[in-house]
């Protein structure tokens, strides 16, 4: 699953992941783990724990990378970002992309008065913030592939094959349509603005219809 599309199915949702002590911000990172990076989630703690064995964890080592916050830094979209808190435990949250070097979003739940928040956009300033574990499958976490707009066909009269120097009966010949109101209609959609039926005009539109490249309207 894209990371777009985990937001738009989760957000608002409270996501108990382990089925033990309701809604917690851990409960949030396992559930983005396994269902947007495809990683199989495994047991660290509470949330400082994905700080205090960020190098001694092996699964953490081979999944994501630790990049400790500075001054400069700014969490990328899909970062799992971890920070201290007043009961020790922690917190961690899963980061938008979107910030500056004063403040960022994120994705947090059990926050912020740990009484099991569901899953909500979150303004972070950058106290308590430790830094991130970025994934390294960025697979999904990209922006949503936007579906190429269809091509409209364009639909060309049958080619004139014969020697008329009439655009009415080159027209009738191909069996269209050859009335003056017509004629304006394929004027207009060939480029020819303003069309009076000028001998100019009409052998324009002659000279398209005997290539085979005399749009129609």
């Not at 660290?44 to 953490?60: H, M, V």
């Not at 500056?100 to 912020?112: A, G, L, M, R, V």
Request: some cysteine; glycine content about 8%; hydrophobic content about 30%.
């Amino acid at each position: 699953m894209t990371f777009d599309k985990w937001v738009k199915k989760n957000i608002g949702r409270g996501i108990d992941y382990d089925g033990t002590y309701g809604v917690q911000c851990v409960d949030l990172a396992k559930h983005y783990i396994k269902n947007v990076l495809g990683i199989t989630p495994q047991s660290i703690g509470n949330a400082i724990e994905y700080y205090n064995k960020r190098k001694t964890s092996e699964y953490l080592t081979k999944n994501f990378k630790w990049i400790d916050n500075t001054a400069e830094f700014i969490p990328k979209k899909g970062d799992l970002c971890v920070f201290t808190s007043r009961s020790g435990h922690g917190h961690i949250s899963v980061a938008t992309g979107k910030g500056t070097t004063s403040y960022f979003y994120s994705y947090d739940q059990n926050f912020p008065k740990a009484k099991h928040e569901p899953m909500t956009l979150v303004k972070h300033s950058y106290n308590s913030f430790l830094g991130v574990l970025r994934p390294k499958n960025q697979a999904n976490i990209g922006a949503e592939k936007k579906k190429p707009t269809p091509t409209k066909k364009v639909a060309y009269f049958k080619l004139y094959k014969g020697k008329s120097d009439s655009l009415v009966d080159a027209l009738e010949a191909v069996g269209a349509k050859s009335d003056f109101a017509y004629r304006k209609k394929i004027a207009q959609k060939n480029k020819i603005i303003n069309y009076k039926g000028t001998s100019e005009q009409n052998g324009k539109l002659l000279a398209l219809l005997t290539k085979g490249k005399l749009i129609k309207p």
